[in-house]
Nanobody, 114 residues
Framework: VQLQASGGGLVQPGGSLRLACTTS????????MGWYRQAPGKERELVAR???????VYDESVKGRFTISRDDYKNTLYLQMNTLKPEDTAVYYC?????????WGQGTQVTVSS
């Protein structure tokens, strides 16, 4: 079973995108979930995570610009990304936190460029 992220694309610096990740209830419900990203030549890193009580944790590089949220009725995880920077360019993935290997999907490409 894989989690498929969507919503990526090409955006200019300062722009916004909203990513979504919908999965099954048994994977999502009452679980800590996270957004991760991997830039070319770099290791995959945690961007933000959220628990079942909507408590959130963000990487310092995205604090104040990104917002993670969840809809437990739709089993969907979201990442609202504002004021995007070129260094946000990466493939973005969703997974549980901590991540499980079998849940990695193909991710969605986010490219920030003028």
């Amino acid at each position: 079973v894989q989690l498929q992220a969507s919503g990526g694309g090409l955006v200019q610096p300062g722009g916004s995108l909203r990513l979504a990740c919908t999965t099954s209830r048994n994977i999502f419900s009452r679980r800590h979930m996270g957004w991760y990203r991997q830039a070319p030549g770099k290791e995959r890193e945690l961007v933000a995570r959220i628990n079942m009580n909507d408590d959130t944790v963000y990487d310092e590089s995205v604090k104040g610009r990104f917002t993670i949220s969840r809809d437990d009725y739709k089993n969907t995880l979201y990442l609202q990304m504002n004021t995007l920077k070129p260094e946000d360019t990466a493939v973005y993935y969703c997974n549980r936190w901590p991540p499980r290997g079998e849940y990695w999907g193909q991710g969605t490409q986010v490219t920030v460029s003028s």
